[in-house]
């Protein structure tokens, strides 16, 4: 087989984990007993690798709080010295089929989603969405009342949803995903409607589970719009974990944003990333008194949803996702349709009414953006430098990432050349 | 004889300039009066030889 034939035949397998997948949300455990590699010493962070003494001030915060939160500090100080020691390691999640939103992290102790995909039997990790209160360690806040509600998340909150989980003997995603269709969400920044599709398979098991604080859980869930957006990131590392080990494939695996830098991954290179200054989410402020000098560059795993084609990708789907962050029908109906041009796939579980009933794209191939020069979109909340979150809107992913990547799949390809 | 009356017809009509390029053709044009159509066209990998022979070799795009 030529070159071009194994990468189109690579690309077709990794086209088929995409579409075919089948995540499947089997339980709620501890991060330590149930992520590959997790480690007791170990926090994993959002995006690329990053040094400890880069780290921006959000995420400064949150990798302190949640090492004071498991116990491996007494306070943030002491903390922060044993970060900058190494004594407390850091990673980037999706290194771990892990997705950490925004300034969300990931501690040993914390529960976490853990899904499978049915079909490739690729298994991901995400902690829990905590809510709309804005004093959470995912915008980078911690505190005493963050911590408790942290331990509350640790302890009746996975007790609770894990039996209701186990208890359904697995909710797939795919048939929540296909209940929404039509109902305009783009499923990573808006997603009232897959969240609700969801609470219909998890209530009631909800409701058979005997606890004091099952109440309370179910009015957490009930409440939290946003809830199903960690439950798909579980899922999409699902997927990737298995994409990720397609050698010759130039299609996108991963991405995310520490802040400081973004970075991309491929399937032929699975943990590798190519990364380069963080760009801006443009869009709305939720203070008028906040600035663009104010934004941190893209910070957060959350565009994993994007690598499997919502969010930016599937913009059409939610267009008033659009209208509230400052866009048009007609800018949504671009995003999309450039997404296509640089995509090889299309999900069929959620067709678009307005968009002549057509799919998602996905599957985003380097060389496409590279030679056709367009840029996809993702979809994001935006962070302020000292800590919470500024806004909404979304960002064109940086070419720089998309051309290292193919130096990188390039050089990759050449050398399995010479070994075949 | 050549019926020559459809490209004579051509010329009779308003004149509507394909520009594939960059967008100032276009713009010196329009000042002038005269209708454009810009070609959304970049050239591969934004011209750059050593990104296109890796592509290449990868199969294209």
């Not at chain 1, 034939?5 to 995540?23: Q, S």
């Not at chain 1, 640089?342 to 307005?354: T, Y």
């Amino acid at each position: 087989m030529t070159v071009p034939e194994k990468v189109a035949e690579a690309n077709k397998k990794v086209i088929d984990i995409m579409t075919k997948a089948r995540p499947v949300w089997v339980d709620v455990r501890p991060a330590i007993e149930v992520v590959p590699g997790m480690d007791k010493d170990l926090i994993l962070i959002p995006g690329p690798p990053i040094e400890p003494k880069d780290l921006p001030i959000p995420l400064k915060t949150a990798v302190c709080g949640a090492a004071c939160h498991d116990g491996l500090a007494k306070n943030v100080d002491e903390a922060w010295e044993m970060v900058l020691a190494g004594k407390i390691r850091i990673a980037p999640s999706q290194d771990y089929n892990c997705g950490n939103a925004a300034s969300s992290v990931m501690s040993p102790s914390m529960p976490v989603f853990v899904v499978e995909d049915k079909t490739s039997g690729g298994k991901g990790f995400c902690v829990p969405h905590p809510g709309s209160n804005p004093r959470v360690l995912r915008w980078g806040i911690y505190g005493d009342d963050v911590e408790e509600n942290l331990r509350f998340i640790r302890g009746d909150y996975a007790q609770v949803l894990g039996e209701a989980v186990r208890a359904s003997g697995g909710i797939d995603l795919i048939r929540v995903l296909s209940r929404t269709a039509g109902m305009g969400d783009e499923n990573h920044n808006r997603q009232p409607a897959a969240s609700m599709a969801l609470a219909l398979e998890l209530v009631p098991r909800l409701l058979d589970v005997d606890h004091p604080a099952r109440d309370k859980v179910i009015k957490e869930i009930a409440a939290n719009d946003r809830f199903f957006l960690h439950v798909m990131m579980a899922g999409v590392e699902a997927i990737m974990s298995s994409a990720k080990k397609v050698p010759y494939s130039t299609v996108m695996v991963g991405m995310g944003g520490n802040g400081i830098e973004f970075g991309i991954q491929t399937a032929a290179t699975g943990n590798r990333w190519y990364t380069t200054k963080a760009p801006l989410i443009s869009g709305i402020f939720l203070k008028p008194t906040t600035t663009e000098k104010d934004l941190l560059g893209y910070l957060g795993d959350s565009c994993v949803t994007e690598v499997w084609g919502l969010g930016g990708m599937s913009a059409i789907a939610g267009p008033a996702y659009l209208r509230m962050t400052g866009g048009t029908f007609k800018d949504a109906k671009e995003r999309t349709e450039k997404a296509r041009m640089v995509s090889l796939g299309e999900h069929n579980f959620a067709p678009v009414p307005w968009d002549d009933y057509r799919g998602f794209p996905v599957g985003v191939d380097i060389r496409k953006v590279v030679g056709l020069n367009i840029l996809p979109i993702s979809h994001g909340g935006s962070a302020l430098k000292t800590g919470g979150q500024a806004g909404a809107g979304a960002a064109e992913l940086p070419m720089d990432v998309f051309r290292k990547a193919v130096e990188g799949v390039y050089e990759e390809v050449k050398r399995l050349e010479v070994e075949a | 004889m050549t019926d020559v009356s459809k490209a004579l017809s051509l010329f009779r009509s308003e004149l509507v300039i394909v520009n594939v390029g960059p967008k100032s053709f276009a713009d010196v044009l329009e000042k002038q009066g005269y209708r454009t159509l810009q070609v959304d066209w970049k050239p591969a990998a934004g011209g750059d030889k050593k990104m296109q022979e890796m592509l290449e070799y990868l199969g294209g795009y």
